[in-house]
């Protein structure tokens, strides 16, 4: 059984930074040619913010949102993507999960809190 999960959200002041890592379980990362980030605020529906290949043939893509602020990437040889988070606003709370570009609702782990707050 595959299980992608997600770590390194925590709690930050505003402007500050993050780094998320996803890693797989039951099957290597870099299977998936397209991984993405996601995030689900409260009452909210989840949201897709940024997505990479697996190779640099295609530029990351980022949510509005977000650009200039995060930046997706992905390390082939530790398997791992990873999301990092700077100037960090309020807005930006939420859990955030990886999965495949487009999602595959299997692959839906627990996610990983990030609360921006002072």
């Known amino acids: 059984q595959v299980q992608l999960v997600e770590s390194g959200g925590g709690l930050v002041q505003p402007g500050g930074s993050l780094r998320l890592s996803c890693q797989a379980s039951?099957?290597?990362?870099?299977?998936?040619?397209?991984m993405g980030w996601y995030r689900q605020a409260p009452g909210k529906q989840r949201e897709l913010v940024a997505r990479v290949t697996t190779t640099a043939v295609d530029t990351p893509t980022y949510a509005d949102f977000v650009k200039g602020r995060f930046t997706i990437s992905r390390d082939v040889a530790k398997a791992t993507v990873y999301l990092q988070m700077n100037t960090l606003e309020p807005e930006d709370t939420a859990v955030y999960f990886c999965n495949k570009y487009p999602p595959d609702g299997a692959y839906w782990g627990s996610g990983t809190q990030v609360t921006v707050s002072s």
């Open positions: 039951g099957r290597d990362i870099n299977d998936f040619w397209r």
